[in-house]
C-alpha cells in the first residue's frame, strides 16, 4: 500500500496541532517537516522544536527534512531530534557516509534528498547506506510548485537501480504532488508520496487520502 506522508508546510502554522490530528484522522500515514534556515533555501520554515512541540499529538512516524546549508551542525547542536527518519540534502554534505552514522545514532532511519538537478548516478554508490531516498519533484524552498518535468522518469529510474542494489529502499516523492499526477508516480515505483498542498487545501482531506489510495490500488490490481 502507498504511504502518504502529510507535510506540514502547508498546514496552518497557526494550529499546527490541529493541523497534526486532523490529517492523522484523514488517514496520513506520517508527517514530513521541512526545515529550512533561508541559506540553502530562500525561505525560513520548521524548526527541531517544531518537532518536539508536536510529538504529543500524534504517534504516527515524524520525518525531518533538513534543507539546511549545516546539517551536521544542526544535528550535533540538537541532541533531542525526534524524528523516526532524518533526511539530508546530497549537494549539503561533506563526508555523506558520517552524516548518516550520525543519523543512525540517533535511532533515526537515513533519508537523502535530491533536488531535480542532481543526478542519481551520483548518488547510486550509497544506496546500501540508506533507508529512504527522496526525490524532489520542485525545486526546494516553498510550497504550491508545480511538478518538474522529468520527475516521472527519474523515479522510475530510481526505482529501477534500488531493485538492483538496495530492494528495501523507500522512494519518496515531495513537490507537486497531487491526486492528478500521485498514480504515475506509484506506477513508477514511488512508494511514498509526501503531499501538502494538495490535503491541507482540500476541502475533504479524508476523502482526498482516500481517492488517491483507491485510484494507486485499481490502477497496481490491473
Not at 77 to 93: C, G, Y
Not at 110 to 119: E, K, Q
Amino acid at each position: 500500500m502507498i504511504h502518504i506522508s502529510a507535510s506540514l508546510l502547508a498546514a496552518d502554522y497557526a494550529r499546527l496541532g490541529e493541523e497534526v490530528q486532523r490529517a492523522e484522522q484523514a488517514g496520513a500515514d506520517s508527517f514530513h517537516f521541512d526545515l529550512m534556515d533561508g541559506h540553502y533555501v530562500r525561505n525560513l520554515a520548521l524548526a527541531p522544536d517544531h518537532l518536539k512541540a508536536l510529538r504529543p499529538y500524534s504517534r504516527l512516524p515524524f520525518h525531518a527534512h533538513l534543507e539546511l546549508s549545516n546539517p551536521d551542525e544542526v544535528l550535533s547542536h540538537f541532541e533531542s531530534f525526534p524524528a523516526d527518519t532524518i533526511i539530508v540534502q546530497w549537494n549539503t554534505l561533506t563526508h555523506p557516509l558520517k552524516t548518516f552514522e550520525d543519523i543512525r545514532l540517533r535511532n533515526a532511519k537515513v533519508g537523502l534528498g535530491l533536488t531535480p538537478d542532481n543526478d542519481i548516478r551520483d548518488v547510486a554508490r550509497f544506496f546500501r547506506d540508506l533507508d529512504l531516498l527522496l526525490l524532489l519533484g520542485v525545486y526546494p524552498g516553498f510550497g504550491g510548485q508545480v511538478m518538474q518535468p522529468g520527475t516521472l522518469e527519474k523515479v522510475r529510474t530510481a526505482h529501477g537501480m534500488a531493485n538492483d542494489l538496495n530492494p528495501s529502499l523507500a522512494i519518496a516523492v515531495d513537490g507537486g504532488v497531487k491526486p492528478d499526477n500521485a498514480v504515475h508516480l506509484a506506477e513508477a515505483g514511488a512508494n511514498i508520496l509526501i503531499i501538502g498542498t494538495a490535503l491541507f487545501r482540500s476541502r475533504d482531506m479524508k476523502r482526498t487520502i482516500w481517492e488517491i489510495r483507491e485510484a494507486i490500488e485499481r490502477s497496481l490490481r490491473r
